[in-house]
Structures are given as structure tokens and as C-alpha cells.
């Protein structure tokens, strides 16, 4: 009888507004697969978490990714198909690597998948784009490729690529009134990508307001601050006390690292399970999650030519304050004097019963 | 000349039933890979195949005029699973350009978190992306005798693995909902925070630099790596004769089934973790630190080691055109004459390769292929080598026992096998395990060469740490050298990414790059027919493989088309497409909606 009364607290759980959503995602663009591995390493939340419907609230999901996908060929093709021709709805497009330019070219493609049935000629990236962003309900490009071009789009580079919004305009709007959300990061930091997409999801089961984004298109709570707003070794920075080598842990903005003007979270968040990073684990921000990537910050190695003024500015402050410190450092490295073995009491009570 | 690297089959083209079909895109992997058959029915055997990539990039043109300290960051981007082996790799030729020797505690600390690559990578391949192949709902799908036969089949190991009968590992494997997917996944997870301590992200590191790595070398950071690697030598235990139970029994259930994915054993391995005490990235002392690396590199032809020497292996690549959407580098400048003992460089060794892009139309008789063919030239003969590195572990395995080099307490190599040694971990005792050189270059011991090379690794990274630990406790804490980038210069590195051989080559001048040319796993594995007509390895091997599925035409899943290509674990950013050359076709569709009825 018990069995069949609904529990007391399944009044707590609500029906999704959506009951199913599928993701279907395109890894076709100019791109290493590399963030379709990152999302394999979220933990916060998990692929399994989400699929599996270990999150209160949100709509049944079906992921159609190639890197995971038990199906394969035409199989796999149908998803897309079906998407394009309105049976897979609603659907969240994600676009992985850049958008090859292939209007620059007589014939051929830079970027392809599946086969066109009549000319026997493989189908260019950008058609399946064309084909699906009209009919998504959400589209995320997940990379700093699909954000924004990334290193394929390079100066010199052949193939005249970019990021999704130059392709389909800054101003592109999906047919539910979402604007491209952009993820970036070389690859993508796992868990960013997985809780933009929970956030999305939550929007879909209409148990969230419209994602916040800043003017490239970024989640403001992911990428509000800066990699040194969030540096262990900001410190080092503050006392004007800076790396000239790379095997140093102090602050190495004068040896390469762009981290003080960089939009990121990692090293506060680290890479996976709070592990690993950029400049906190002594490895120089490359600027890899900007749409100014990677030009604007080569040679990676060389200092950033604005950094010469900061931090000359603050080594006078940085040095004396440093000075200071360790003044008061080694005052408060040593015990209060009353603690001793001898035998008198000098802590300040006067004991009147020994 | 090219090499015939297969038999030619007796049946004449002409009684053939061809069937033509595709499988655009390969799913489970990394990149776009399409595969274009022509299946023969009524001999249950794939006629013929050729092979294309879908995707161009253009490293080695964008990155002409860049700053060589770039190459690294760069050509990390290259891949996204093992982006980390072309960082690696990209810092081998820089040290050598730059004539500079890390600090041996930044070897080894490169040494660990390319360990914890291939502990991770080789793990999520082989059971979230191979192992769903094999699992319950694919083999009821495409062999529901075999599953049968699995169900009543006890698993050998059951009492160290845990799953009683083969069936519960195929249940096991199932996507997301089988236990032990869901627990590699998660391993997958642990080893790539291993990675990260080490190289400070997955999967383009931020640590590494020329000259050594700005990883902070604390006790804390070996014992973080330390227990998470001793929870990986334990589940190996499992995993090692989980994976034997399953691949014996396809070879007990399918007779034959060696034949799957089987090609001429053409093994190459460019050998994997340098040794500080003995490699000072000079080129003419190269011949001597790359024996001295912890996994060997070699050239392995019909089972024989031709050689183990770099340099050897180095003047002997060849990258042909033929089927390739490229224009032919034959006139243009010649960077390298000579390399640095003297040798002459060949006009079509990467060190001069000259990449001109040339898109156009698919022409399956033509240029279908945005891969080159790199070759390797087999001086005694004069084949040009169409090398495979089966996915990787296979290669390094077999030259690694042959060359009988490797000696370092966990490991020992035998000339007929390799002999690892694991200590004891929370719930089981210590455990020697043993990879055989097998009989055949299959899908099967492809797949198997994966889960024995797991634990290679695990083992090379008991020793890195004991290295490493060493230097920590004596002080040597310097992770970096100093180095200026001359104007003129050039380099090499050779390193074996996850999937298999890889190079990188790159000439300065004026202190910029002139000339960059990584040759990475993949290239080699699923490359065209080269301009004497030897195919690619995928092609080759994929063309060989007798079809067991027991489903006919109309849902036919190609599945022993599949565990052959995927055994060759493909990284692509570019791809492959297999397909008939000259057998005449009948009819032509599309899997799995085909109308031709087989008569077998």
C-alpha cells in the first residue's frame, strides 16, 4: 500500500517544462576534438551525470556527439538529418572548431562530414550549419576555435576560418531568442562547459532566467574575472617580486604570462578537480580562452609589452611593502615569550592557590 | 618502388557482388573519419578500399615566420586527445635547435605526465570508445550466436576481475549504463589529474617550455601523483585479464577471426621517455640516448627488427604524394642538404617538404585525400614502407622486446617478450605480467597491445617517480635551463604519441621558423595509395577483413569493418574513407539502407 502513496517529498520535484532535450553536435569544424575530450573530464557536473538524470529537474537528455556516439555512419547522420527536417525537436547545436571560409576557393571543401547521397561528395561543415543553427533552440560554440577562430584562424593561415558568431553575425539570435553562447578555452576548461550547459538546460526546463552573457558572448559568472584575479600567485606580483626563469614559482607575468588583462577562470577553479592550472602550477596564460587569440599574444614567451609599466610601477611599492612584511613575518614566526620550561609563570596571571 | 603489402585475393573481379557502402563519419574516435567499402557477400569479405580525409588545417603554413619558442604551444592544437605528445615532441626538436638539455628532474617530470597520457588515453579509448564494439547490445546486434556462446563461456579470471561469465564483461562494456565503462571513465578521469600535476592541463599542457618544464617540484606534488598512480596499478590487475578473457574468446567463439583487420607486420615506434642521463639532444648522439629510452624505437618488417638507430629511422622517411590534394614539392627550395654527421637529406623528408594545398572535387580515381603517405624506405630493398603503428602499443611492445634494451627493474625486455612487474596495491598482491610477441598484426592484438602497454606505462611511471623523488630529496630542484634562439638551425624530435609514431621537424632561420613538418600517428596509419599504388595501412588492413557479422545486407552494422579500423585507435583531424577501385559495382547505398540481397 505504502509503495503505491507517493512520498512525502516528491512534491519537491517539478515536471520539466521540456520532458526531452537532444544536443546534437558537430565536431566537423577546424578543430582537434579536443574539447569533446575536455567534457569527458567534467566532474561538476558529469556526461554520465546529466545523461543518466542525476540533477533534479532537468529534461531527459540525449546526446548525439561523434567522440561518444554508440551509433555510427548513416546511423549517426540520421541525427542530424532528423534535426535539420524537424523531428528531433528542440535541440541544442554545438559547434566544435572554427568555420572554414570556403568561398575563398574554385572547388574541394576544408571541412566536411558525411557524404551527399547524389554527387557522392562530401557534405562542407558549413552546410550542416546553415542547415541547423535555424533550427536549434540553443547554440553553443564550445573552444576557442568555434568562439572565435582560435589558432587555425591564425595569421597566414590558408583556410580564411573563424568563430561561429562571425559566421552567422554577433547579432544572430536562435529561434527561441538565445544569442550564440560561447565557451572558450584551448581546449575548454571541463567543468565551464558542462555547467553552461546544466544552465541551459535548467533555462529549457524553465526553471532558470536567460543565461547571462557579457558582450562576446561569454557566461558572465564564468568569465567575469581575470586569470590574475584568481592566481595564487598574484601575491608574488603584489610585492613586485617577479620570475625571470620558468622553473620559479613566483609571479611570472615578465617571462610571458598575459594572465592580469586575460578574461579565465582556471586558476581558481584549476583544470580538473581543482588540480593543475596555468600561472598557478608555472605555466604562462597564453590568452587561450580570447577572441585575440593567438596572434595577440605572440611569442607566448616574450613579456607583454603593457606589463613593462605595471610592474615596474608596483616593484617600489611591491618591495618596500615586501620589506615590511617580513619584518612582521618573523615577529609573528616566533612564540610569545611566556611560553618557556623555566620555572616561574610569565604568562600575566598571578595564582594565588600555587 | 612501392611494396605489395597485401596478398591479392584469387577471385576474379568479374563473378563479384559488390556492394558499395559507407560508414561518414566513424564515430568513437577523434576526428572525421568516413569509411567507404565495397563488400563481396557472397565470399563474406571486403573487396577493397581507399582512404580520405575530410579536414585541412595547414600547421606547417601558418606557422612560417612564427617565433620557434611557439612551436610547442602551437602544435599542441594539433590533436585534442594527445595534444600533449605534439608539446612533448615540439620541445624535443627546440632542445635540440637550440642546443639545450633540461635539467634531469624536468625529464623526468615529462617522463610522468606522458605516463599518465597513455594511462589515461589508451583507458578511454579502449573501454568507452573500442570496448562499446564488444559490448552486450552491439554483439547481440551484430553476432546474437556469439553472445549466446559469451553467456555460457566462464571468464577465466572471473576471481580477479569479478565478472563470472564473458557475457557480464559485454554487459559491463554497455555505454554509460555498464558498471565497468562508467569505472574507466572515471579512471580516465584520475589519470588525467595525474597528467595535470605533471603538465598543468589536459589536453594542451601549460607547463612545458624548451629547455624544461615551470612544473614546482615539491614532495607533495610526487605523493599527489604517487597514490593515484598505485589506484591505477590496481585496477590494471583487473583490467589486464578482463581484456584476455574477452579477446581469447572472440579468437574461441569466431574461428578465423585473427584474419580480422590482419596486415604484413610493418611496425614503426620512434620510442618514448628520454633518459636524462643519457639523452643531450644532440643529433649526432642520437644513434645512443634513443636506445637508451625507456620504450625502444624501431622498424619491425615481417617480424624481423631492420633497425632501432634514429638517426637511421630519421633519413628514411619519406612523405609521397598520389592521391593527396597537394602540388608536388619536387622543385621547390631544399632546406636541409645535409643533416648534421654529414648524410644526405632526401627533397621528400619533412625537414624539406614544401606543403602548397590544393582543394578540389573527391575522385576516388584520382585525389581523394587531404593525408599524405608517408613511407619509410627500407634501404636493403628499396620499399618504400607503407609503416603502420597499430594504434601504437602494438609497435612499441614488439620493437621494445625484440631490440631486448629495456631492463629497469619493473620492466624487462626479453627479445621474445616483455616482462612487467607490479607491486602489491590495497587488495591485491604483486603481479608479473608477460606480453608475447604474437602471431599476427590484428585487430585483436591491437586491442590487446593496448591494455598491456596500460600497464608499461604504469610501470615507466614507478620508476620516473623513484627518479624523480631522488632529486627532489638531494635538492636538485632547477626545472629550467636558460638557452638564446640562434638564428640558423635546425631540429628534430621523436616521441610516440598515444596512437604512435610522431616527428616533428622544423628549420631556423633568422630566428624565425622556416620550415615546420610534424608527422604524427595518424598520417601513417590512414594515409592513400602513394604514387607507386601501395595503399594506406586502414585501406590494407580493411580490405583483408573477412565479415563474421551475421546480419545480411540490409541491417549490416560492418562491425568487423569497425573493430579493424579501431584498432589502429585513429586520431583524426583528417579522415578516411574506404572504397572499391576496380571491381565492378552492381549496385550502390548507403548502410544500413541497402536494397541488394546477398546470396551467401
Known amino acids: 500500500m505504502a509503495a503505491e502513496r507517493a512520498p512525502y517529498g516528491r512534491v519537491t520535484q517539478k515536471e520539466p517544462a521540456v520532458a526531452e532535450v537532444h544536443i546534437v553536435w558537430i565536431t566537423a569544424g577546424l578543430g582537434c576534438d579536443g574539447d569533446s575530450v575536455s567534457i569527458t573530464a567534467a566532474t561538476q557536473p558529469s556526461i554520465e551525470d546529466v545523461l543518466l538524470g542525476a540533477i533534479p529537474g532537468l529534461p531527459k537528455v540525449h546526446l548525439h556527439n561523434p567522440v561518444l556516439a554508440y551509433e555510427c555512419g548513416d546511423d549517426f547522420m540520421k541525427f542530424y538529418y532528423d534535426a535539420w527536417q524537424g523531428k528531433l525537436d528542440p535541440f541544442v547545436l554545438v559547434v566544435e572548431g572554427s568555420i572554414p571560409n570556403e568561398k575563398i576557393k574554385k572547388e574541394g571543401y576544408w571541412a566536411a562530414v558525411g557524404t551527399d547521397d547524389k554527387t557522392g561528395q562530401p557534405i562542407p561543415t558549413n552546410e550542416w550549419i546553415d542547415r541547423l543553427a535555424p533550427k536549434a533552440l540553443a547554440v553553443v560554440a564550445i573552444g576557442t576555435c568555434a568562439t572565435y577562430g582560435g589558432i587555425h584562424a591564425m595569421e597566414g593561415n590558408p583556410t580564411g576560418c573563424m568563430g561561429l558568431a562571425d559566421y552567422l553575425g554577433w547579432n544572430w539570435k536562435s529561434k527561441a531568442g538565445l544569442p550564440i553562447v560561447n565557451v572558450p578555452g584551448c581546449p575548454v576548461q571541463p567543468d565551464n562547459f558542462m555547467e553552461t550547459v546544466l544552465y541551459l538546460l535548467y533555462q529549457v526546463a524553465g526553471l532558470a532566467p536567460m543565461i547571462p552573457l557579457d558582450e562576446q558572448l561569454r557566461p558572465t559568472w564564468l568569465f567575469g574575472a581575470t586569470v590574475h584575479d584568481g592566481c595564487d600567485r598574484a601575491g608574488y606580483y603584489e610585492q613586485g617580486d617577479f620570475a625571470d626563469d620558468y622553473g620559479s614559482p613566483k609571479c611570472i607575468v615578465k617571462i610571458g604570462c598575459w594572465g592580469p588583462v586575460v578574461n579565465c577562470n582556471v586558476p581558481k577553479r584549476g583544470w580538473m578537480a581543482g588540480i593543475g592550472g596555468c600561472p598557478n602550477v608555472g605555466g604562462i596564460c597564453i590568452g587561450c580562452t580570447m577572441p585575440g587569440f593567438p596572434d595577440k599574444f605572440m611569442p607566448f614567451m616574450d613579456a607583454p609589452p603593457g606589463s613593462k609599466i605595471s610592474t615596474n610601477m608596483i616593484q617600489t611599492y611591491g618591495k618596500s611593502i615586501k620589506l615590511l612584511r617580513s619584518i612582521t613575518n618573523s615577529t609573528v614566526n616566533k612564540e610569545p615569550k611566556w611560553r618557556h620550561p623555566h620555572g616561574e609563570l610569565s604568562t600575566g596571571y598571578h595564582p594565588r592557590t600555587y | ?600
Not at chain 2, 29 to 54: M, P, Q, W, Y
Request: aromatic residues 12%; glycine residues 8%.
Open chain 2, 1 to 600: 618502388m612501392g611494396t605489395v603489402t597485401t596478398t591479392e585475393r584469387q577471385v576474379p573481379t568479374k563473378e563479384r557482388k559488390l556492394v558499395e557502402m559507407n560508414w561518414d563519419p566513424i564515430t568513437r574516435i577523434v576526428g572525421s573519419l568516413g569509411i567507404f567499402t565495397k563488400i563481396d557477400f557472397a565470399n563474406r569479405e571486403v573487396a577493397e578500399c581507399h582512404s580520405t580525409s575530410s579536414i585541412f588545417r595547414g600547421y606547417s603554413i601558418f606557422m612560417k615566420g612564427k617565433d620557434p619558442r611557439d612551436a610547442h604551444f602551437i602544435t599542441s592544437r594539433i590533436c585534442g586527445i594527445c595534444g600533449d605528445n605534439h608539446a612533448t615532441c615540439a620541445t624535443y626538436a627546440q632542445n635540440m635547435a637550440f642546443g639545450i638539455r633540461p635539467p634531469d628532474i624536468a625529464e623526468w617530470i615529462v617522463n610522468l605526465g606522458e605516463a599518465a597520457e597513455y594511462m589515461f588515453d589508451h583507458n578511454i579509448f579502449q573501454d568507452n570508445l573500442v570496448g562499446v564494439d564488444f559490448c552486450e547490445q552491439m554483439v547481440k546486434e551484430t553476432n546474437p550466436g556469439v553472445y549466446e556462446k559469451a553467456e555460457r563461456t566462464e571468464a577465466r579470471g572471473a576471481n580477479l576481475h569479478g565478472y563470472k561469465t564473458i557475457a557480464d564483461i559485454m554487459k559491463a562494456l554497455n555505454p554509460f549504463t555498464g558498471a565497468f565503462y562508467r569505472e574507466t571513465l572515471q579512471m580516465s578521469r584520475m589519470t588525467r589529474e595525474m597528467f595535470c600535476l605533471m603538465e598543468g592541463r589536459h589536453v594542451h599542457p601549460s607547463t612545458l617550455y624548451p629547455g624544461g618544464v615551470g612544473t614546482v617540484p615539491t614532495v607533495q606534488l610526487f605523493t599527489d601523483y604517487l597514490v593515484r598512480l598505485m589506484k591505477y596499478v590496481e585496477f590494471m590487475k583487473k583490467v589486464v585479464p578482463l581484456h584476455d578473457d574477452l579477446f581469447d574468446f572472440f579468437y574461441e567463439a569466431l574461428p578465423g577471426y585473427e584474419k580480422v583487420g590482419e596486415r604484413r607486420i610493418l611496425l614503426g615506434c620512434w620510442g618514448s621517455f628520454n633518459d636524462p642521463k643519457a639523452c643531450d639532444y644532440t643529433y649526432k648522439n642520437m644513434t645512443n640516448w634513443g636506445r637508451k629510452m625507456f620504450v625502444t624505437p624501431g622498424v619491425v618488417v615481417d617480424g624481423k627488427l631492420v633497425t632501432t638507430d634514429l638517426v637511421d629511422i630519421n633519413l628514411n622517411i619519406r612523405i609521397l604524394l598520389g592521391s593527396s590534394y597537394y602540388d608536388d614539392w619536387q622543385n621547390q627550395e631544399t632546406f636541409v642538404k645535409t643533416d648534421p654527421l654529414g648524410n644526405p637529406v632526401d627533397q621528400h623528408h619533412p625537414w624539406n617538404q614544401t606543403t602548397i594545398p590544393r582543394p578540389q572535387r573527391r575522385d576516388f580515381e584520382g585525389k581523394y585525400t587531404w593525408v599524405m603517405s608517408p613511407r619509410w624506405l627500407d634501404k636493403r630493398t628499396n620499399d618504400h614502407l607503407a609503416l603502420d603503428t597499430g594504434g601504437g602499443p602494438i609497435a612499441r611492445l614488439w620493437s621494445t622486446a625484440l631490440a631486448g634494451l629495456v631492463d629497469f627493474g619493473y620492466v624487462k625486455s626479453t627479445g621474445t617478450s616483455v616482462k612487467m612487474y607490479l607491486p602489491k596495491t590495497t587488495s591485491l598482491p604483486e603481479v608479473e605480467f608477460e606480453w608475447k610477441i604474437p602471431k599476427w598484426s590484428n585487430a585483436i592484438e591491437r586491442d590487446r597491445a593496448r591494455t598491456y602497454f596500460q600497464v608499461y606505462a604504469a610501470c615507466c611511471a614507478l620508476h620516473f617517480m623513484e627518479k624523480a623523488l631522488e632529486e627532489v630529496h638531494a635538492g636538485r630542484t632547477r626545472t629550467w635551463t636558460d638557452f638564446k634562439v640562434p638564428e640558423e638551425a635546425i631540429g628534430c624530435g621523436f616521441h610516440e604519441a598515444v596512437r604512435g609514431v610522431l616527428s616533428h621537424h622544423v628549420v631556423i632561420r633568422n630566428g624565425k621558423i622556416a620550415n615546420y613538418h610534424p608527422y604524427p600517428p595518424t598520417p601513417w596509419n590512414a594515409n592513400p595509395r602513394d604514387i607507386y599504388g601501395t595503399p594506406g595501412p586502414y585501406e590494407d588492413a580493411v580490405q583483408n577483413t573477412p565479415i563474421f557479422e551475421e546480419n545480411g545486407p540490409d541491417n549490416f552494422k560492418g562491425i568487423d569493418i569497425m573493430r579493424a579500423v579501431r584498432s589502429f585507435d585513429p586520431c583524426l583531424p583528417c579522415g578516411v574513407h574506404m572504397y572499391l577501385g576496380n571491381g565492378k559495382t552492381l549496385e550502390t547505398h548507403h548502410s544500413p539502407m541497402f536494397g541488394l540481397q546477398n546470396d551467401r
